[in-house]
């Protein structure tokens, strides 16, 4: 696994497949596609940042990389996607094999071109819009006596009716031809600053604003929900950036604290007697306003990024406010979205000032990011899931089989930090037969990931990763394939697959996808002798992988019930946001054990876990929970942790704290914190998450101070020898097959 880390470490990318099987055929046996998760922008202070522009392959227009065969007389360079031969320019022609650019240096994979330097204002520009029954846009840049316009919630408010009603041409005359779009396309400065102020110019306004902002004047019955208009307000926001900066790296911040009640994108109605869409509603296709709201937020999404602009949500409200209706647009623009029980609440207070702040753990929100790639001709692409939008440029590249966004080689990124990170699924082309593995002069695979950005100190920035990985073909490649297997990212690729499935297809049963695909590839790759049942067995390489996907049957992601569509859209949108070690906490959550006995280590996550002179952490990357056992509750209850001479019990009780606060600090959104005791109400947050090896009607029953689960849901042990006996059944009959 270290290499893997190491692999990820130079470049932000991990695959499931460091051996890529070489042909059709074989990459369908092997169950897991092709794919990789690849991180942007992850920092890494080894990558060196060029003062000057790419070198591209005038074929293919690919960047000049370590993998590039050059000729240091003739001072040329073989592209290894198209084969072309490039010759150099001129500034290169001191290039020789003892003095390279940084560009063929072999670490440097990874390198980042500053090509343009276009510095950002010293200071933010801010607008503020408040919204209910009416939707107003507050005009910051007069500061005599508040001010602000007016727009009726029931409506869409286009580009158009924002330069008449806001009075952009007040006094002058309006272009008759021509796209109206900022300073340098008819609007002038001053009508701009009207409404968009840097912070420090608007401060005084701005916080006088909030401080009178009162609720809706508009009278509310005790039957009724309050009004709402919040597709109006995000499309008033939208339009009123398109109108002054449009191409500009820009954020919509929505902070949501209830249902959509009035206007386009609305959930519910205004009366109490309806409730709000279920997970049953909408598979009933009972919601009937559901889907013209995700077209209405689809809309805006495509306004969004076409004006290179993000969408931020923050939704804090105990009811649920449509983030599953806007899910499209949050995603598709590249936004942050955070989901809180109110506006007090420390995941929303402590996540919003992470946005702002300015230290090691900081964001490094960037902008305006294009996404293109280039690989081998044997090697298409057939998408992308994760917080991007198809460009919808086709190319040679582009797979006939699309997942997520696909249909094209080059994606928009309108926001992305450094954490961002995209699933890319490729299918291999090379099709099977005996020529198979003569089709190509080598047995490498090349890829090059380009990511033109717009920096968060300024610049625009060009970072490229190009990568290779070695392909095997035929069943004398098996072992290869097991050794280069990456168990933890196969279960995040798998995760965002069965997702985005349960999304995107009618009718699909996403634990008997999964069980499928899992006694798949255990036939494949598992070990098994004939006439001996309990013989099968999984190389060290592929035996964490049914664990994985035993709790991915059980996770948030595929187990809809008790969650709200809302949470679960949330959900989603974090796991396809996040690298391969963060998906893994959010499918197996870790578990760490504090005791007298021994130092924090890490434990099985199982019931057994459990003891009563214990403390176990639990991290599932949405929440935390620091779970005490009777006895250490029952002693801290005592006050023993205050008293001279139990200065060992105050330690352990501050260790899983202490480790709280290293993982919160480190983590966007804020997870939740949960503090709890043994057989308390609270509890239910940690047995949720365990593995029932001891249940309500199990034979053995707990050692003393340990505990059971009330659940008739199966054990890892009963899943893994169901496994297994499938496993073998379908491996004996693929023999079967090959002998007669």
């Not at 990318?13 to 794919?35: E, H």
């Not at 005009?139 to 158009?160: M, Q």
Request: glycine share 6%; charged share 20%.
């Amino acid at each position: 696994m270290s290499e893997f880390l190491d692999l990820e470490l130079q470049d932000g990318i991990r695959m499931p497949w460091n051996v890529i099987p070489g042909t059709k055929q074989d990459a369908a046996n092997c169950v897991v596609p092709v794919s990789a998760i690849y991180t942007p922008l992850r920092p890494n202070p080894a990558i060196p940042v060029l003062p000057y522009g790419p070198l591209r392959c005038r074929m293919c227009r690919s960047i000049l990389n370590p993998f590039c065969v050059v000729d240091y007389v003739a001072k040329i360079w073989v592209c290894p996607f198209c084969f072309q031969r490039n010759h150099f320019p001129q500034h290169y022609s001191s290039i020789s094999e003892s003095n390279l650019p940084a560009e063929l240096f072999p670490q440097y994979t990874t390198s980042a071109l500053a090509q343009a330097i276009e510095l950002l204002p010293d200071q933010s520009l801010v607008g503020f819009i408040t919204f209910g029954t009416y939707v107003q846009v507050h005009e910051l840049g007069f500061g005599l006596l508040p001010k602000s316009y007016v727009f009726k919630g029931t409506k869409e408010v286009t580009k158009d009716q924002i330069l008449e009603q806001m009075c952009f041409f007040a006094g002058k005359t309006k272009p008759t031809t021509g796209v109206i779009a900022g300073s340098r396309d008819g609007l002038s400065a001053e009508s701009i600053s009207r409404f968009l102020l840097p912070a420090s110019e608007c401060e005084f306004v701005l916080n006088s604003i909030i401080e009178e902002l009162q609720k809706d004047p508009w009278p509310v019955s005790a039957d009724q929900r309050a009004s709402r208009c919040t597709g109006t307000a995000l499309s008033v926001a939208a339009s009123l950036l398109g109108v002054c900066v449009p191409g500009s790296g820009a954020r919509i911040m929505a902070f949501i604290g209830g249902p959509s009640t009035e206007g386009p994108g609305s959930i519910v109605s205004k009366s109490l007697s309806e409730p709000i869409r279920s997970h049953k509603d909408l598979d009933k296709g009972s919601a009937p306003l559901y889907t013209k709201a995700v077209k209405f937020y689809e809309e805006i999404s495509k306004q969004l990024v076409h004006q290179g602009h993000v969408l931020d949500l923050f939704a804090c409200a105990l009811d649920q406010v449509g983030v599953a209706e806007m899910k499209v647009a949050v995603e598709r623009t590249g936004g942050i979205v955070v989901l809180a029980e109110s506006f007090g609440h420390s995941v929303f207070k402590e996540s919003l000032q992470r946005i702002f702040q300015s230290s090691d753990n900081d964001l490094g929100l960037s902008f305006n990011g294009i996404f293109e790639i280039n690989c081998s001709k044997d090697v298409k692409i057939q998408g992308i899931i994760g917080p991007c939008t198809s460009l919808e440029k086709k190319s040679p590249l582009s797979s006939d089989t699309v997942v997520g966004q696909g249909s094209t080689s080059a994606w928009k990124m309108c926001g992305l930090d450094r954490k961002t990170s995209i699933c890319l699924v490729f299918d291999i082309a090379r099709k099977d037969g005996p020529d198979a593995i003569s089709q190509s002069t080598s047995n490498q695979f090349y890829f090059q990931f380009l990511t033109y950005y717009q920096h968060h100190e300024g610049q625009m920035r060009l970072r490229a990763t190009t990568l290779s990985r070695r392909w095997v073909a035929g069943s004398g490649g098996v072992q290869d394939l097991i050794d280069g297997f990456d168990q933890e990212a196969a279960a995040a690729v798998m995760a965002r697959l069965v997702s985005f499935k349960m999304e995107a297809e009618a009718d699909f049963d996403p634990i008997r996808w999964l069980d499928r695909a899992l006694i798949s590839m255990c036939s494949k790759f598992g070990d098994y002798q004939k006439e001996t049942p309990s013989s099968f067995s999984l190389s060290p390489r592929l035996s964490i992988f049914p664990q994985f996907m035993f709790n991915l049957r059980r996770s948030q992601f595929v187990q809809v019930f008790n969650n709200s569509p809302d949470e679960t859209a949330y959900f989603r949108m974090m796991l396809n946001r996040e690298n391969v070690a963060n998906a893994v906490v959010m499918i197996q959550p870790s578990l760490i054990s504090y005791s007298f006995q021994s130092g924090p280590e890490p434990v099985l996550l199982d019931v057994t876990a459990i003891a009563a002179d214990r403390i176990l952490l639990l991290d599932s990357y949405f929440t935390i929970v620091i779970f005490h056992g009777i006895t250490i509750a029952q002693w801290r209850k005592a006050g023993y942790q205050d008293q001279q001479g139990h200065e060992a019990f105050a330690q352990l009780l501050k260790a899983p704290h202490e480790e709280t606060d290293s993982i919160i600090k480190e983590r966007f959104p804020v997870p939740r914190l949960v503090v709890c005791d043994q057989y308390g109400s609270q509890a239910r947050f940690l047995l949720a998450k365990l593995n029932p090896s001891v249940t309500y009607n199990s034979d053995n029953p707990p050692p003393p101070g340990g505990d059971v689960i009330f659940t008739d849901d199966v054990s890892f042990e009963v899943f893994m020898d169901h496994l297994q006996r499938l496993a073998e059944q379908q491996l004996q009959e693929a023999r079967k097959g090959v002998d007669q």
